[in-house]
C-alpha cells in the first residue's frame, strides 16, 4: 500500500488513472492527446504505473489492482458519483441534438423552390428547435474534449449514419432527399443543404472521432451500409451523387488509430463517387 500511496501522490498519475477507469481502454496517442502530456512525460509516468495498467497490443487499460486503487480513491473523494453521470453527458446532449433535429424538419414543407431547396412552411419554429440542435451539439462537443467520457459508444457510432439525413427523415421519404449530393447534368455541380451540413460536420469531426476506435468492426459495417446506399443512388439515373460516405471517411481518418484500418474501404469510396460521376455523364446523359 505504501508502494501505491507513493504512484497516486503525483496529480498526473492520478489523472493517467483515472482517465484508463473511465475510458476502459486506452492508446498511446489517446493519453498524450486527450490529457495534453509531453512524450517523456508520460512515459516517464508509465514507467512508474506499471503495477497498475496492462498493455494488450497498443492499448493501455487498468489491471485489477489499478481499478481497486481508482475506485478507493474516488470514494475518499466523494467524486465517484459525480463522474459516474457527468462522463454520459456528452453523449446524451448529442441523441437530444438529434431528436431536435428530427423534429425541426417537421417545420419544411412538402415541397422545393426553384432552386431545388425544401421550402420552410413554420420559420420561426424551425429556426428554434433547429438552433437548441445546435447548441445541444456543440455543448456535447465541447464536453468530450474537457472531460472524460464512457457508455454509449456503440449508439454513438450508429448516430453516425443518421445525422446527415436527421432533418430529412421527418420531410418526406418520397423524393429522398439526401443531404449531400452532386447534380450532374451538362456540368457537375456540388449542393449541400446548410441545413444538414453544419450538424453534421459539428457530429463527424467533433464528436465521432472520441468514439470510432470503440468498435472498429461496427465502424466497418456502419461505413460499408453508407457506401453501398451510396452506390445504389450513384449508379442509377438519378441526378444524385450521395457524398456521405466520403465525408463520414474523411472525419475516420483524423482518429489517429484508424488510417490503417479503414484505408481500403476510404478508396472504395473515391471509386464509387468518381465512378458515378462518370456513369452519369458518358452513359446515362
Given at each position: 500500500m505504501d508502494n501505491f500511496t507513493r504512484i497516486i501522490k503525483d496529480k498526473t498519475r492520478r489523472e493517467i488513472?483515472?482517465?484508463?477507469?473511465?475510458?476502459?481502454?486506452?492508446?498511446?496517442?489517446d493519453i498524450l492527446h486527450d490529457l495534453n502530456l509531453s512524450t517523456g512525460k508520460l512515459n516517464y509516468h508509465l514507467k512508474i504505473l506499471e503495477p497498475l495498467i496492462l498493455k494488450e497490443e497498443e492499448y493501455y487499460k487498468l489491471n485489477e489492482k489499478g481499478k481497486q486503487l481508482v475506485e478507493i480513491m474516488l470514494s475518499l473523494s466523494n467524486d465517484k458519483r459525480e463522474i459516474e453521470y457527468s462522463r454520459y453527458l456528452p453523449q446524451f446532449l448529442a441523441i437530444a441534438s438529434l431528436i431536435f433535429l428530427f423534429i425541426s424538419g417537421g417545420f419544411l414543407a412538402h415541397?422545393?423552390?426553384?432552386?431545388?431547396?425544401?421550402?420552410?412552411?413554420?420559420?420561426?419554429a424551425f429556426?428554434?428547435?433547429?438552433?437548441?440542435?445546435i447548441i445541444a451539439l456543440l455543448a456535447s462537443s465541447f464536453l468530450l474534449y474537457t472531460q472524460e467520457a464512457k457508455g454509449l459508444e456503440n449508439a454513438m457510432l450508429f448516430l453516425s449514419i443518421i445525422f446527415p439525413y436527421a432533418i430529412y427523415l421527418n420531410w418526406h421519404l418520397v423524393y429522398l432527399v439526401l443531404p449531400a449530393y452532386l447534380i450532374v447534368t451538362s456540368s457537375v455541380t456540388f449542393h449541400y443543404y446548410i441545413y444538414e451540413l453544419i450538424p453534421t460536420l459539428i457530429y463527424y469531426f467533433g464528436i465521432l472521432p472520441k468514439f470510432i476506435n470503440y468498435n472498429i468492426r461496427l465502424m466497418t459495417i456502419l461505413w460499408g451500409i453508407l457506401i453501398i446506399f451510396g452506390?445504389?443512388?450513384?449508379?442509377?439515373?438519378a441526378y444524385l451523387i450521395d457524398l456521405s460516405p466520403l465525408l463520414l471517411g474523411?472525419?475516420?481518418?483524423?482518429?489517429?488509430?484508424s488510417l490503417k484500418n479503414y484505408k481500403i474501404l476510404f478508396m472504395?469510396?473515391?471509386?464509387?463517387?468518381?465512378?458515378?460521376?462518370?456513369?452519369?455523364?458518358?452513359i446515362i446523359y
Open positions: 488513472l483515472i482517465y484508463l477507469y473511465n475510458k476502459g481502454k486506452a492508446t498511446y496517442s415541397e422545393v423552390n426553384i432552386y431545388n431547396e425544401p421550402v420552410i412552411s413554420n420559420p420561426q429556426y428554434t428547435i433547429y438552433s437548441i440542435s452506390a445504389l443512388v450513384n449508379f442509377s439515373a474523411l472525419s475516420i481518418m483524423t482518429s489517429r488509430d472504395i469510396t473515391l471509386a464509387i463517387i468518381v465512378g458515378g460521376i462518370l456513369f452519369k455523364m458518358f
